[in-house]
């Protein structure tokens, strides 16, 4: 392992960016950081790493300009269709039992995923009984995803995800075109709460029939993966759903045992017995 | 000045890919010391299906990368579709779902450039066929870094464009022809054994 000097640079920006605001950057995976930092550094125009945290110290301004480039993620709706038909065919009927239900999209970034199962929900005939949590770390993230809109070039793969995870509607029931962007209806938002959370600092805020967190726990190290499983172990009560990205796992986990293989080849565990 | 032993390879290959490869790694015998990386460039929506192909092919052991797994010798590794594949400076593996590099997930700059930082001079990083830009950016890293950069000689080259973009971006690079490429990886084992 080689410490250059940028690496100890990084590791004291993101030291700086816990103490002076509480972002806890410091066990992500931090060959992605360094992307993105890098990239940060050339678009912001700072000379260097150092000169990045002399900057963010002293100027909170540029915070939400360096989350963006920490945590934004761009995703698309119906994103691995098949996750998506499976929660349909398999996970559905176990919720339909269920008088009112809670689903938490942790880290939801700019709200593809959310809008997927607001209206995969509403599809199965169980939106009205639903409250969904959409949350992350970034602010900037929780306004777009509460805007709902998006390009409309982005709209064509949407569209071919819906229809290959089982949708029963047409996706343009649920936006309207305008201006080269599609705005999607308020009335999908009638059941969602936004809300700021870390899944590294914050506590668990309830009991959840259903968590789906993807692509998330890639970008964390060991011991914040172990943290944040824990607060998904904590939130879901016995048969309560676990929905992770198609390359993510619990195999390395210490919470593993917890959890039992539900639709494997889709990453949907289940909460075993307490 | 001695170069320090290679301790990785990583391979980055897009159109053209699966026949280079298939020269390359069934020369590769099961107790080949070194890990091998390699990002191929495939359509996102499609199973990967180089893993099993190269298995019916290869005796070196191939699998597709896994998140936080333990980078190993004798192992070849295939970045998963639609995933960046990436080196963490304690020799274990991260995937990414970050926006596609020059329209590709996985990104053959993503793999390099995070190797190079890792391994450094014991890095040796290869460039075969392939009809765009992407791992110009990351050889020149590979070769900054003090690493061995190598390049698919691109007039034999079925697709010419991405080791002639890796050359013009790292002038310093050493061109080989895809069967020469081949016996110089497996002639990489054979040093170490003896």
Known sequence: MRNTTEDIEIQLLLEALYQRYHYDFRHYARASIKRRLKQALMQMEFRSFSALQDGLLHDPTLLPRLLDYLTIQVSEMFRDPFYYRAIREKVVPHLKTYPSLKVWIAGCSGGEELYSFVILFREEGIENRTLFYA??????ALKTASAGIYALDRIKSFTVNHQKSGGKSS???YYTANYGRAVFDESLRNRVVFSDHSLVT?????????????????YFDRSFQD???GLFRDTLPRKGFLGLGSKESLRFSTHAGDFGEFVPEEKIYQRREA | MTKPLIEAI????????VQALSRILP???TDYPLPVLVVVHVPPDRTNMLVPLFQAKCQISIREAEDKEPILPGVVYFAPSDYHLLVEADRTISLSADAPAMYSRPSIDFLFESAADTYGPALLGVILTGANEDGAAGLTAVGEAGGLA??????GAYASAMPTAALEAYPMAKTMSLDNIASYLAGLGKMRVA
Do not use: H, K, Y
């Open chain 1, 135 to 140: 949350t992350d770390i970034n602010p900037e």
């Open chain 1, 171 to 173: 996706l343009s029931d």
């Open chain 2, 150 to 155: 190598l390049v698919e000689d691109p007039a």
């Open chain 1, 227 to 229: 943290r944040a499983v």
């Open chain 2, 10 to 17: 990583a391979i980055g290959a897009s159109a053209g890919a």
């Open chain 1, 202 to 218: 914050d506590a668990v805020f309830g009991e959840m029939q259903f968590v789906s967190c993807r692509n998330v726990l890639i």
């Open chain 2, 27 to 29: 020369e590769l015998p």
